[in-house]
């Protein structure tokens, strides 16, 4: 068997003992918050059919999909049929390729390139190629998309709503509305890795569906806000409403334009106002558009001074003063149910890429560390479930990142000391080697205090007996157990401190007073 | 977008959320001995570089392993050099079918039929594929094996095992030997699918590295059977030693013998006697020698009688005797360690298929329910980092079935009835609809019932004004929600006990009392 070096894929990640703790941690929180309101847990498989995945992300995203080969030797059942279609589909890449270097080289005037590029002709010429390929390049795709099919029919999960929205629908007998659900498990996505950004990262949603109540908004809301309140992390809460975007559309150049308008102020953080200019100059905004458009975004003021500017400059576009409406609802409630400080802030440049959302929507960013992007974000959607053949079910959710809320409580350094990384509590050190005590009294001192659900194991190894504990507390101290309880040869029983170093002789119910929680 | 009618893959499950409560259930039971025992997480990614998986699970699990294509057009890159690679693999099957078809048509001898294999090959000879086929079909597997590489460089997570190895070699600077981890997580078989065996299914694993000491063993030994008895599964704890196998073989044949003799005696349960003896004549042993076997893995008795006995008949295997030392003294000193009764039971005919174990192994069968398949088991290895450059390194480890466990409580009907789906413990219902009552002084409510730690809601949906409890009550009822706050126009509040039915006025001050856990 080869002995490689062993390593794992670009952007996963082992978790030792300290990082699983700190994890679960986060993890814990966020749970006992969801279930506080009222959210249930539901689990889907790491695998999903690809006709579920494919086409719900944009292009970019199924480019992104991790596909998984139906088994080990997928390839084995070919048919000289099917790799044919393969060899066209490679013949045409080469063929594009060829076409394109004979251009370059065309592009130059130089007699003795334009030889060698006969040469080349002659040897594989792009005409032959252009013959052996019979079909058109759209019959080719379709060809290898069909066989690709063949051999790899499933995909890992890329997020937790479309498996959550085809839950719903196949489930929608059993699941009485409105069903509100909680879910946190691993995502995977092939993008480039790089800070803050891995291939296998996990995702803790909650959605309700079926209601399109704004109780529900304030809900997820204050859910954000408590769950970084326990965590110790500062935030901003954006909130905006897809409606009122519309409205803003709607007055600047045209409902039509929504999508291209929150697609540019999307990039306003990354490119600022003179990029996003640019981009919508180059599809065709006039000055005054642009102008129109950022004079809206960018009010100012208290929220409610910030609505009350907006409905005027919304007041021709019945929907954006609904969303004007949903959002003062919000502002006029939140202070109800949440009795805790909420930096609720009110964003009309907040847009959101995902196209399904239809009303409020939210983004959390950390005000403290180093990380800019979001560590949070949502919005109320009208119609997930209808690609799944389930229409006009409304639902709102939001998101947290585990990942991105790890790197900012470590950089900020706001983990409990006190995290129990599950090691033992006491180790029972003999002051012999084993094979010269009395196995047994140690042994059943041992299930003794495992049966007062105290953590403990005897120390296994071979000892120097000169040095009887160098070996042991080396060990605890690895692992970060508390106390060593020693055990002499007279069976009497010292239990040590390893943080102070203090010990003191004991009985067996002594020590397990002191050990228990 | 397609609205086909959704499904998951094959041999994947949803859990809703009384499925997860259940899994969980279970997790934290076998969570909770683990670190009772000093065992610490870790968590390995779902995907592993193929190298690290192949080769370690024998040909049939290289087979059985889902791999993962590199990104979503992870095909685009191939050549054409690449794809004819492929083309000629195919071509080599395609000719092989055909070989077969010949060979089998020829051992037909009727004229007619010989007359249609003419025809055939006229239009497709075997001859005119070989030529085609340049490379020698080793050459053809090696090319195949490389570009598959190309496209799919990783796969998933096949047990927890290999990835713990792996994990311990790539980070042996950092951990302390002994080395105690217990790991939670789903692996993945493209197995075929059926009553009780899931593509995608959990183990929980608890193993030792780096210590030979048998002290592990009872450990491991309990773990097992504090853990069965907190899920009230009644259990025998089967325990063999690969020495002893070994020591038997050297008896019966020849210690060379001892992969053939385990891998034919582990079918015992599926095959029989009969079956068992016909495979080893098939492989060259004498009528003796399978009397001499037989007699050997049917010795009765207690224990002390069952070692003593095989104790005569291995008297001149060093081996033999070693494996039998070492289960005497598990046997001596499981007592002590243990106050609980402990099923456990010699079973020399008890072999393991996986041939890197070398000492004491376990395996665990319910003994109530319908499932005759183990529900546990392990044993100990002494070079299995060995694989990845890092020997003499011994370990011993047990795995849980979660899935397997799951089905046996359900069918048993052990589940506690109290297990917590996390619902809420009270739904709020107004006796108007929301847009009549003052939203702010429920909301505070609400408020006041989640600082407390109460999982609590409102019913956010237009209910029927005349009969204003039903659909709220409706809704509670499916999500087990035990009482329903009512809040009546005059503010003043009720508590309904959702079981008796029994209802009560109320100050929110007294409801949150009887309320709180």
Known sequence: ???????????????????????????????????????????????????????????????????????????KDFTLEDIELILSQAKENEKNILKKEIQEKAKSQQPQIRNELVHQQSSKTLENI????????????????????????????????VPFARYVVMNRNEITFPFKRYQMQPVWRADRPQKGRYREFWQCDADVVGSDSLLHELDLINIYNEVFKCLGIAVEIKI????????????????????????????????GKDGVSKELTSLNFTEIEIATLFDIITIQGTEAEMLATLNIKLQNSTEGLIGIDELSFIFKQINAVSNQQINLKTDFSLA??????TGCIFEVVATGGSLRSSIGGGGRYDNLTGNFGLDGVSGVGISFGLDRIYDVIDELKLFPETLSQGSSKVLICANDSIENIELASVLKILSKLRNEGIASEIYSEKINVKKPLEKPIKYASSKKIAFALIYTENE???????TSGFQEELTIEEIIERLKD
Chains 1, 2 share one sequence.
């Not at 019979?134 to 999960?157: F, W």
């Not at 959101?352 to 959302?357: A, D, F, N, T």
Request: proline content about 4%; overall charge positive.
């Open 240 to 271: 905006n409403n897809r409606k009122i975007l519309a409205g803003i559309a709607e007055v600047v150049k045209g409902i039509e334009h929504l999508n291209t308008i929150a697609v540019a102020i999307d990039k306003l953080d990354k490119i």
């Open 130 to 161: 252009i013959i052996e390929t019979k079909s058109s390049p759209e019959r080719i795709a379709d060809d290898v998309t069909k066989l690709m099919r063949k051999a790899s029919e499933k995909g890992l999960r890329y997020d937790l709503t």
């Open 492 to 498: 009497s029983l010292k239990l040590k401190n390893l």
């Open 352 to 357: 959101r890429g995902l196209s399904y959302y």
């Open 1 to 75: 068997m080869a002995k490689d070096k062993p390593s794992i894929p670009k952007g996963t990640r082992d978790f030792g003992p300290e990082e699983v703790a700190k994890r679960k941690y986060i993890l814990n929180t966020i749970e006992k918050v969801f279930i506080k309101y009222g959210f249930m847990p539901i689990e889907t498989p790491t695998m999903e059919n690809l006709i579920t995945l494919t086409g719900k992300y944009g292009d970019e995203g199924d480019k992104l999909l991790f596909k998984v080969l139906n088994s080990g030797d997928a390839f």
